[in-house]
């Protein structure tokens, strides 16, 4: 099965693909778990993406000089240690030659969306898409069974745009969860979005 070891330094690197698509939460690293931002492909602004493609280029930054390995044969002979940590920030990779690297307006989602978490079943991280139609006031927690909350992923006021946050269940116990996300525009009191979806933490 096509594995690929590519050398990283501290700092945003250029990656690419083998001829299979990559999950990006199934990269692993030497030395084991590297911390990295989400992997960003270009296509007329920066956009995250969960899966590396054949024959197309990614940014990530990652913090530190080591090796990451993509193996098209997934997770089936990689412990969770050794996978790579993929944290989200505002943060976008190095300016494209025409200078902006700034969402357009096409690249500006219609309406507010929460997506299902993958993978799902997880272990022991997970990857959760979602989207502002305006800047908002954002919020998404996890819960218990219970209905107990038991992580913050994200407290804060984010632009307009297509984001991603990775929710890591490391030190927490096997079993259903459930994220809630709540957006409140900052610029219109009357646009606000709730939405509430499922994720099953298998270890």
């Known amino acids: 099965m096509p594995t690929d070891s590519i050398p990283v330094g501290d700092g945003w690197n250029l990656v690419g693909a083998l001829s299979t698509p990559i999950i990006t939460s199934m990269i692993h690293?030497?030395?084991?778990?590297?911390?990295?931002?989400?992997?960003?492909?270009?296509?007329?602004?920066?956009?995250?993406s969960d899966t590396i493609e054949p024959g197309k280029g990614y940014w990530v930054k990652v913090n530190g000089n080591g090796t990451l390995i993509l193996s098209s044969a997934g997770n089936a002979n990689v412990s969770a240690a050794?996978?790579?940590?993929?944290?989200a920030s505002s943060e976008l990779p190095p300016s494209p030659p025409d200078g902006d690297a700034s969402l357009p307006a096409t690249q500006v989602p219609h309406q507010f969306a929460l997506d299902?978490?993958?993978?799902?079943?997880?272990?022991?991280?997970?990857?959760?898409?979602?989207?502002?139609?305006?800047?908002s006031h954002v919020t998404m927690k996890i819960y218990n069974i219970l209905g107990q909350e038991v992580r913050t992923l994200v407290n804060d006021v984010q632009n307009a745009g297509y984001l991603s946050v990775t929710f890591d269940a490391s030190g927490l116990p096997s079993g259903?969860?459930?994220?809630?996300?709540?957006?409140?525009?900052?610029?219109?009191?009357t646009a606000a979005f709730?939405?509430?979806?499922?994720?099953?933490?298998?270890?």
């Open 194 to 203: 709730s939405d509430v979806k499922k994720l099953l933490l298998i270890k």
């Open 82 to 87: 050794s996978r790579i940590r993929i944290v």
């Open 116 to 135: 299902q978490n993958y993978p799902n079943p997880f272990n022991p991280s997970t990857l959760i898409h979602y989207q502002l139609p305006v800047a």
């Open 29 to 48: 690293s030497a030395p084991p778990g590297m911390i990295t931002s989400q992997f960003f492909s270009y296509k007329g602004s920066y956009v995250a």
């Open 176 to 189: 259903m969860y459930f994220y809630r996300l709540q957006a409140i525009a900052t610029s219109e009191a």
